[in-house]
């Protein structure tokens, strides 16, 4: 799961980690320790971790493979900084995320808008946390260019810069590919309303495409007012603004498509797709968990959880679903189980959840 490490610096942190316990014992007696690896990346990462030391530090190495985990962007009220922490469902403690190289000083409460947060848009791609989109101080967009977490590197880098830096706009990727449409920069744009522009982070390595590239505009500026998720599902792009109007991006042929009546009317809360192949959608009005069927054009209930209503933002990942409900509960639906089962995450104290992903473990060299 995830973007892997480029060559350069995966001999880098598996030469760190080699030189750091050349002196312990092998990992499996009478096996050589990359012979041991293959063996035991076959083990859930859960008994790995229960056995012995050498073990459970082996499925935290940048090199080992990685087992998702949860992670949400919170809001400090006691000193209004955003802070991105990771929940380990072996340790089933929250960890926190080494923090970009400037602290996230962005606007998210205000007394103009006393029902509801300013948003702070960001998005699972190949692997990696990317921040797009939020509102300064002085109400001017916030990000000139994308901010990049990768839990495998545990680091922070920069994406491409924006020609017109946004806010309230439409956030998204399909495969490898961020895109961002509509939306308002400084000063409202009809241009800017109407664009859509991508950036291929599995071109990131080639500087002649470390670029945003404009593709074919929106019709109309109905979806620059809203901050929408553009969910990728089968090559497309989903959105659905407040009023409840939908369409669909085809990233394969830069098409602009009308959204099917179905699909649409049953959008009534948090969207995600599993592995952009399986919608998932909660009903924040009656606490409804429903999946799409693209066959007869509706949407299938699922199960009803009280602790749904109210849900506000969703993310899907390895057969499972991690919601953010009304009272800021996170929320895990396990969807592959049979019937579902879903548990609470207790959050830190303090923090308001903003925004969940589902991404690789963070590495680790000092276990």
């Not at 490490?5 to 096996?31: C, F, M, T, V, W």
């Amino acid at each position: 799961m995830g973007k892997s490490l480029n060559p350069s610096k995966r001999q880098k942190l598996i030469a760190h980690y080699d030189h750091r316990h050349l002196q312990e014992q092998p990992l499996i007696p009478g096996l050589p320790d990359h012979v041991a690896e293959l063996c035991l990346s076959r083990v859930h990462p859960s008994l790995l971790y229960s056995v012995c030391r050498s073990w459970r530090r082996l499925i935290y190495c940048p090199f080992f493979p990685p087992f998702p985990s949860l992670y949400a962007l919170f809001f400090s009220s006691s000193d209004n900084e955003i802070q991105l922490l990771s929940f380990d469902p072996m340790s089933s403690r929250w960890e926190t995320v080494p923090p970009p190289p400037n602290p996230l000083r962005l606007l998210v409460h205000h007394p103009s808008f006393l029902c509801r947060n300013l948003p702070v848009q960001s998005i699972s791609v190949s692997g990696n946390l990317v921040l797009l989109a939020a509102t300064a101080p002085n109400f001017n967009p916030a990000l000139s260019r994308p901010l990049i977490f990768s839990p495998l590197s545990r680091s922070w880098s920069l994406g491409p810069p924006m020609e017109t830096p946004r806010r309230w706009c439409a956030a998204g990727a399909s495969g490898p590919t961020v895109y961002v449409a509509s939306g308002i920069g400084s000063n409202f744009s009809t241009d800017v309303a109407r664009s859509l522009e991508k950036w291929d982070l599995g071109e990131e390595d080639e500087m002649d495409d470390f670029r945003w590239k404009k593709m074919r505009q929106l019709k109309d500026g109905r979806f620059s007012t809203d901050a929408i998720d553009a969910v990728g599902w089968r090559r497309k792009l989903c959105m659905v603004n407040v009023a409840k109007q939908g369409i669909l991006y085809d990233a394969a042929t830069d098409i602009w498509e009308q959204m099917p009546e179905g699909m649409v009317g049953g959008w009534r809360g948090p969207v995600a797709a599993m592995d952009e192949e399986v919608l998932y959608a909660v009903d924040e009005d009656k606490g409804l968990l429903t999946r799409y069927n693209q066959d007869s054009d509706n949407w299938e209930v699922i199960m009803e959880v009280e602790s749904l209503r109210g849900a506000c933002q969703m993310a899907a990942a390895g057969g499972r679903l991690c919601v953010i409900c009304g009272d800021g509960e996170i929320l895990v639906i396990d969807v592959v189980a049979a019937p579902p089962k879903f548990w609470a995450v207790q959050r830190p104290a303090e923090l308001e959840p903003l925004a969940v992903h589902i991404l690789p473990r963070l590495s680790r060299l000092d276990f």
